[in-house]
T-cell receptor
Framework: KAGVTQTPRYLIKTRGQQVTLSCSPISGHRSVSWYQQTPGQGLQFLFEYFSETQRNKGNFPGRFSGRQFSNSRSEMNVSTLELGDSALYLC????????????FGQGTRLTVV | TQLLEQSPQFLSIQEGENLTVYCNSSSVFSSLQWYRQEPGEGPVLLVTVVTGGEVKKLKRLTFQFGDARKDSSLHITAAQPGDTGLYLCAGVYYKLSFGAGTTVTVRA
């Protein structure tokens, strides 16, 4: 079966702009989590969505938001981009909320200039 | 601040040598996972350890969960260039909390 699909793979944005990233989970998976990966901080949890509801949230500013649609696809939005938002954004899908097995997509490489 | 501390940060060895990566925390987790991430890819789950003292083997990889469920180790026997990658441990509570990772390079 198809894996987790993230689009776009690469993105370059200017400071102050906003960006939307997309994640399509594995078919049948209903939970989607988002992570930010940077060389300095490693993998940091952003939020988890299950059944179109945000279930958990990491310690990120309100500029980071997300949503999940009825087909379990999820989007993540970052507004008023800062240089420090440059990172690899990873999406992981799981069968259900609090499921222990997570399958990651290839990520979206965001560069803010 | 990382809840999980991984050591060493970098490891470069010759093909055929053994290596061990450590993952330590002051927190107790319901289970602990190990992932490997290759450049340009997302992390791939290698194993989940659940019971304190548990040892799991995956071909040349041996994973151990500490008795108190606060630490874990990954041992690779006779490493091969294909083992090169970023190894991440993740503690499972209500979400995954990742360590900073250990970059392993196996030279041919």
């Amino acid at each position: 079966k198809a894996g987790v699909t993230q689009t776009p793979r690469y993105l370059i944005k200017t400071r102050g702009q906003q960006v939307t990233l997309s994640c399509s989970p594995i078919s049948g998976h209903r939970s989607v989590s988002w992570y930010q990966q940077t060389p300095g901080q490693g993998l940091q949890f952003l939020f988890e969505y299950f059944s179109e509801t945000q279930r958990n949230k990491g310690n990120f500013p309100g500029r980071f938001s997300g949503r999940q649609f009825s087909n379990s696809r999820s989007e993540m939005n970052v507004s008023t981009l800062e240089l420090g938002d440059s990172a690899l954004y990873l999406c992981a899908s799981s069968l259900s909320y609090l499921a222990t097995e997570a399958f990651f997509g290839q990520g979206t490489r965001l560069t803010v200039v | 601040t990382q809840l999980l501390e991984q050591s060493p940060q970098f490891l470069s060895i010759q093909e055929g040598e053994n290596l061990t990566v450590y993952c330590n925390s002051s927190s107790v987790f319901s289970s602990l996972q190990w992932y490997r991430q290759e450049p340009g890819e997302g992390p791939v789950l290698l194993v989940t350890v659940v019971t304190g003292g548990e040892v799991k083997k995956l071909k040349r990889l041996t994973f151990q969960f500490g008795d108190a469920r606060k630490d874990s180790s990954l041992h690779i026997t006779a490493a091969q260039p294909g083992d090169t990658g970023l190894y991440l441990c993740a503690g499972v509570y209500y979400k995954l909390s990742f360590g900073a990772g250990t970059t392993v390079t196996v030279r041919a």
